[in-house]
Every structure is written in C-alpha cells, then in structure tokens.
C-alpha cells in the first residue's frame, strides 16, 4: 500500500453522499435528526450512573488522570486521518497526532469540549479487533469507522452516532462485477471483506453470496486480494472506497452503494463498557452538532459526491 502525500487531494476522495443512512445532508438539522435516532438505539451501551456524570475536566475519570487517551488503528486511513511531513511513529498513511482528517478533527473537537487541549490529549495504537472486543483498554475513547450494531454494543460502550455511512462494492474496472447495477446480480461473484465489520455482513445478510466470503484481518490485504484477482469485489464503507480507488487501486471503480438498512448505521466512539466518560462523550458531540461544527468538519473532510450509484433490488 503506497503512502498518500497530497492531504488536499485526499480531502476529496471520499463521499457524504445523499443516500447514507438516516439522511447524508451536511445539514446540522438533518444531522440532529440522525443522530436522535441513533441515540435510542445506543441506549444500551451506556450505564444509568453515567447520565449523572459531571462533564467537567476535574472530575472526568481518565486512564491517566488530567490526559484523555484516544486510540485509533494503524495504518490510520484517509480521508479520516492525514498523513504528516515528516512521517510521525508509528502512525502509517495518516497521523492521528497533527489534528487533520475527518476522524482526526472529530476526536481533537471532542477533547476540547471535554476540556483536553495541546499536551493533555494523548494517542495511542489499538487494532480495530481489540477496540472493539470485551476487557478493559488502554484508551479513553477510540474513533476507527466503528460502526454501531448491537451484538458490539454488548461488550464496548458506543457513543451517539457522529457520521450516517453506507456500504459500498468496489472491483476492478474491466470486470463483468462492474457492470453489475442490482443487488440479486451480485450474488454468484466473490466477495471479501475486513474480518469482524459492517462491510462483512454486508455480504453475509444483504447479498448472501452463492460463494463464502473471504475475510482478512485488515483492509490493505482485502486490496490486495481484489488487485490480485483473488476476490472479484471488496465491500467497504463509502468514503473507504472512494480513498482505495484513487489512492490503492488504480484499476478499480466503486460499483455501487447499498441503499439505508432499516435504522440506519453510524460511527460511533468506542469505550469502556460501563465508562464513566459515555455519556460526556454524549453530550461533547452533541454540542458538535448543535453548533454545526460536524456539518462543517463533515463538508469539508468528506466532499459530497454523486459518483456512486445506489444498487436496485
């Protein structure tokens, strides 16, 4: 996977587009709207001691007391995080550190409404497998395209949501795959995704393949493997796939999107089952929305974009 150095250019890879789930308005009205809906479904990851919490920087309870501990994975992809000139270790293709990036700008403006600015705001490296899994961690909150569900809300505590996302297939440009414009016409290829994702049961439950899915442990061999011909699509989030093709696969083109599942899906911050930060967390990207901060940082980091065609039944 080559290193990306143009950051301007990797602004505009990726796609706020106007089928996300919930409503992919940059709006702050329609992001108040998603993010209401969100809110119940999330209801579960938080504990009922936390709504009493006092958000302030006093008495947060961080891993290190005075410092908010963010995580993220690595490599840290663009559009979500941008690369630093120098290089900063141990961080690949983005910098979590230098405050760029869709995902990058969420987390600082979340630490400063939490009240951590400069030297108080540290960053850690977190596979995404291990973010997500049971047992305590070593961040204080963690933002790598975690996307809500359920069954993850059962073992991580997940925030309100902080960007409505939809999945896409991308495959080679020459391949029969990328004629496809229907669900049911996708059945019969193979597919592969990043094991233990949204993408993954894309696949599994919204195309349910004649053939099983090939998993990898991370997003940089599923490229390779549909550069390699080894899967004939890969199904990753919108953004994600405009960032492969301009920036990992030459060859390859977005297919399409899938329409909105029912309730919509979003990001969310990840921490600590039970945190008492949960629902600081809440409140700091509430004022994110309220103000129209994250409609901005959303318009600017992920470009609106009408190249990626919805897929019909």
């Known amino acids: 996977m ?18 996300c789930s919930g409503g992919a308005s940059p709006s702050a009205g329609s992001s108040a709207a998603a993010s209401a809906a969100a809110s119940e479904s999330a209801a579960a990851s938080v504990a009922p001691s936390q709504a009493a919490a006092a958000c302030t920087f006093d008495s947060l309870q961080t891993k290190t007391k005075g410092t908010l501990t963010i ?9 979500y995080y941008q690369p630093s000139d120098p290089k900063t270790d141990p961080w690949e293709l983005g910098d979590p550190t ?26 850690v490296v977190a596979p995404f497998n291990n973010a997500i899994g049971p047992g305590e961690k070593d961040f204080d909150i963690y933002l790598s395209q975690v996307s809500y569900s359920d069954e993850r809300a059962q073992a991580v505590d997940l925030s309100d949501g902080y960007y409505d996302v939809a ?21 019969d290829f193979q597919f592969g995704a990043q094991v233990g994702t949204t993408s993954l049961t ?45 920036a990992q696969f030459d060859g390859g083109v977005i297919v399409g999107q899938f329409p909105p599942k029912e309730g919509g899906e979003h990001f969310s911050v990840v921490l600590d089952k039970g945190s008492p930060l949960t629902a600081c967390v809440n409140t700091a990207i509430g004022q ?14 992920l470009s609106d974009n009408a190249g990626a065609p919805v897929f019909q039944p």
């Open 288 to 301: 994110l929305r309220d103000s129209g901060e994250l409609a901005r940082i959303t318009q600017e980091e």
């Open 202 to 246: 894309t696949i599994t439950d919204v195309i349910a393949p004649s053939k099983e899915a090939k998993v990898y442990d991370t997003n940089d061999l599923a490229v390779e493997a549909l550069k390699n011909g080894q899967i004939d699509g890969l199904v990753v989030d919108l953004p994600t796939a405009f960032y492969v093709t301009a």
């Open 2 to 19: 080559r290193t990306v150095t143009g950051v301007s250019a990797l602004a505009l890879v990726a796609v706020f587009a106007a089928a």
């Open 71 to 79: 995580g993220a994975d690595n490599p840290a992809y663009p559009p």
């Open 98 to 123: 230098n405050r760029q990036g869709f995902e990058g700008r969420v987390a600082w403006s979340i630490a400063r409404n939490l009240g951590f600015v400069g030297d108080t705001v540290t960053w």
């Open 167 to 187: 999945q896409a297939v991308v495959a080679a440009k020459d391949s029969k795959l990328s004629k496809v414009t229907t669900i049911s016409g996708l059945k």
